[in-house]
């Protein structure tokens, strides 16, 4: 039999809430805590060709700091930080010639094939310090969450997120290779 709940008028004292707002995290919580279940919510998400100067104020109206990267038919292709959208990057591409409004986000983004996962059926066995461990040797400051055994995309964590929550600096710096020295130079 159905239920009639009660109805009541929202408080001005009532608050939104975040994760961050609750204490109870710390290093030694299981990871899952922190993972933000793509099978639970949806995931923020951009299309490649959207303009990087639309994107940046579309990011700053929602307090987004990152969105994945999707082509047409809705599959990952990459991620893009808000600080890409501004940065050097946009400013080389503008120096090099390209009219700001022409830059899309696939022009900026991180691709998929630089990003980083941890196993989703890993981190049901290890603590956020394990996490933030990881991140710190391995200098990323975004991590994919990945079902392996189904193929599927899970989640991020995010360093900044994840600082946030526990209340601490977090330094997540990637060490410089000759590589990416190259690389930032030939963008």
């Known amino acids: ?28 919580s299981p990871a899952m805590e922190l993972v933000e279940d793509f099978s639970h919510s949806t995931p923020e998400v951009i299309d490649a060709d959207t303009p990087a100067a639309h994107t940046q104020e579309i990011m700053l109206h929602e307090h987004s700091r990152f969105k994945l990267v999707v082509d047409n038919e809705g599959e990952l292709v990459g991620l893009v930080e808000q600080k890409q959208l501004s940065g050097p990057a946009m400013l080389r591409r503008v120096a090099n010639g390209d009219l700001r409004h022409e830059v899309t986000v696939s022009d900026l983004m991180r691709p998929r094939e ?14 956020i310090g394990d996490v933030i461990t990881t991140l710190q040797h391995s200098g990323e400051s975004y991590c994919l969450v990945v079902d392996r055994d189904h193929h599927q995309i899970r989640g991020v964590i995010s360093a900044r997120d994840l600082a946030e929550r526990l209340h601490i600096d977090l330094d997540i710096s990637k060490v410089p290779t000759f590589l990416n020295i190259f690389d930032s130079l030939s963008d």
């Open 1 to 28: 039999m159905m239920k009639t709940l009660s109805l009541y008028t929202v408080d001005a004292a009532d608050h939104l809430v975040h994760p961050r707002h609750f204490g109870h995290t710390h290093l030694h």
């Open 114 to 127: 630089q990003l980083k996962a941890l196993a989703y059926e890993q981190l049901q066995s290890c603590t």
